[in-house]
């Protein structure tokens, strides 16, 4: 069973910054979070992943809690396309990646 | 960015025949999966191969499926005799090394078990 809550949908507006948050409480210290996103019926796809320090790449930034216990994605930019289910997994690279039910984020204009 | 191809995009079968599922992982990557989604569910977790053996499977895997590296760059998921709730969208995954590093999904396989 996937380690993380999050909310089931969310809504943005476009050119908005969307916040997703995930709370994984039980996390332990070899474990990282992992964010992936599945547009419509794709496969999924990687966005960004962080130990303990915020990270940021050209799709998103994490920021993760000094506890480790949540994290926030942020699209600082929402656009149409970047409606999505998102998903965020806590992972240590021994066991498959195991996806949850996820954020349904709804970019509206 | 390179790709994770499957093919076909669609295949639709009948009821207690054989399928193969097929999919070229990225070229210099080391750990191959499958996973699938039945319409409307979760991304389940089927089978990881690592150095031609199967390294780790769900529940899901069970003597009905099997997989394959038949040669140096493809991967292939069997079912061999489909039922029904085989009906899916399946997804095969690479990734070069086994500890975390990012996983790369191809675009999957929608398989209609009829």
């Known amino acids: 069973d996937a380690k993380t809550t999050q909310p089931p949908s969310m809504d943005c507006a476009e050119g908005r910054a969307a916040n997703l948050p995930c709370n994984h409480s039980t996390i332990s210290g070899n474990e990282y979070v992992y964010w992936y996103r599945q547009i419509h019926s794709q496969g999924p796809q990687y966005i960004i992943h962080g130990l303990k320090n915020n990270e940021t790449n050209e799709m998103a930034s994490l920021i993760i809690t000094e506890d480790r216990k949540s994290s926030t994605l942020i699209l600082p930019h929402a656009t149409l396309r970047d409606t999505a289910v998102y998903y965020c997994?806590?992972?240590?690279?021994?066991?498959?990646?195991?996806f949850g039910k996820g954020t349904r984020l709804s970019v509206i204009a | 960015e390179p790709e994770v191809t499957q093919t076909p995009s669609h295949q639709v079968t009948q009821m207690g025949q054989e399928v193969i599922l097929h999919c070229v992982p990225i070229s210099n990557h080391l750990y191959f999966y499958w996973y699938r989604q039945i319409l409307g569910q979760k991304v389940e977790f089927l089978v990881s191969?690592?150095?031609?053996?199967?390294?780790?499977k769900s529940e899901i895997f069970d003597d009905q499926f099997s997989v394959e590296r038949p040669d140096g760059s493809n991967f292939t998921l069997k079912i061999r005799s489909t039922k029904l709730e085989d009906s899916a969208m399946y997804f095969c995954?690479?990734?070069?090394?086994?500890?975390?590093?990012?996983?790369?999904f191809g675009s999957g396989t929608q398989l209609s078990v009829l």
């Open positions: 995954a690479s990734r070069m090394t086994g500890y975390n590093e990012k996983l790369f």
């Open positions: 191969f690592y150095n031609n053996e199967i390294s780790e």
């Open positions: 997994i806590v992972y240590s690279g021994n066991t498959p990646l195991v």
